[in-house]
């Protein structure tokens, strides 16, 4: 199973871009799927993240307000919607998936997930 980040680019801020996550290959039901992000010289940081049901969907303050996430199940594909782009949104997102339900307080914990995606870049102009 591997998770493919789309969608990344340059934009301006104020801008908006969505970010895509899909599982390719063998695929199983991957519970919690989340967001994380590094920026330039800075570790990876937890941006979001949503189980498998509606109502799930959790946000660092860094990003609430600005960033909607969304998944569609059947295709174990999660969107990152990004509106009102900072420069300081500028990284690499990472997507990552974990078959168990995991609790919400560990969502933010890199270790442990079983997939993880190899980035797509995005960069917010100021």
């Known amino acids: 199973v591997q998770l493919v980040e789309s969608g990344g680019g340059l934009v301006q801020a104020g801008g908006s871009l969505r970010v895509s996550c899909a599982a390719s290959?063998?695929?199983?039901?991957?519970?919690?799927m989340v967001w994380f992000r590094q920026a330039p010289g800075k570790g990876r940081e937890f941006v979001s993240g949503?189980?498998?049901?509606?109502?799930?969907?959790y946000y660092s303050d860094s990003v609430k307000g600005r960033f909607t996430i969304s998944r569609e199940n059947g295709e174990n594909t999660v969107y990152l919607q990004m509106n009102s782009l900072k420069p300081e949104d500028t990284g690499v997102y990472y997507c990552?998936?974990?078959?168990?339900?995991?609790?919400?307080?560990?969502?933010?914990?890199?270790?442990?997930?079983?997939?993880w995606g190899q980035g797509t870049q995005v960069t917010v102009s100021s």
């Open positions: 990552a998936g974990d078959r168990s339900v995991r609790a919400r307080s560990l969502w933010s914990d890199e270790d442990g997930y079983d997939y």
């Open positions: 290959g063998r695929t199983f039901r991957i519970y919690t």
């Open positions: 949503m189980g498998w049901n509606p109502g799930t969907e």
